[in-house]
């Protein structure tokens, strides 16, 4: 496994299974996010159930929350090998140059060109988001563990936020419509006869997971989205919004 891990062949492979490993998750968390779109309920957030449902998930043979930390631990090693991969194959790449060889960019889309600069900026914005809605460290709206609703509502109530995250889903988008691509050639799925349908099929899904990520927060920023019935936070929002 290490040789494979040095070699060039073998590093772009395990980038592109890392990557599908990642795409898998941001499915899934889309999917999760949907809950937002029932609304606050007449007694909890779907949403809200969503998220202690994951929490509890495996209990009583499973410890508290096992699932989720399982998930976070998968989630740490797929991103920190992909981006050691792509940094070494990088710094490869640019080696095997001769000296002020120039980086051919014929026949290169945008998207091609820009993935490091995406796949830096989706970083900065995973840390953002983690910091966020995870460890609820940024206060500029109220925020509650376990509220996940009402945490989602006031936030997007904020313009900015909602800047943020569509801004963050361009990127995304950018970055993925490219890497699945190149994932299909990689692990060798791509052929003349259907790398038309392959690349629609890229497209499609990135289609996909940008409009379903960016549902929530519109839907929020619009006032569809009823508020939560949450005191608590209700209560503290007398000074914050005042």
Known sequence: MIDFWRSSVGKKNIVAVT????????????????????????QEPRVDWYAHWLRDFGEPLLPHGFVVWAVRVILLGAIVTHITGI???????????????????IGRSVESIAMLGT????????????????TLSIHVTPVEHGEVYANLYWVFQKWFFLAIYLVALILLGSHLRHG???AFQTLGLDSPSRNAKLR???TALTVVLVVGFAAVPVLFFTDVLDPPHTTALLTSLSGAFS
């Open 19 to 42: 990557g599908a490993i990642l795409i898998g998750y941001l499915i899934l968390h889309m999917l999760g996010n949907l809950n937002s779109a029932f609304g606050p309920g007449a």
């Open 87 to 105: 940094v070494q194959l990088t710094k490869r790449n640019k080696a095997a140059r001769p000296a002020n060889f120039p980086a051919r960019r």
């Open 119 to 134: 796949g830096a900026l989706l970083l900065a914005f995973i840390v953002f988001h983690i910091l966020q809605f995870t």
């Open 180 to 182: 699945i691509w190149s």
């Open 200 to 202: 629609h099929g890229a």
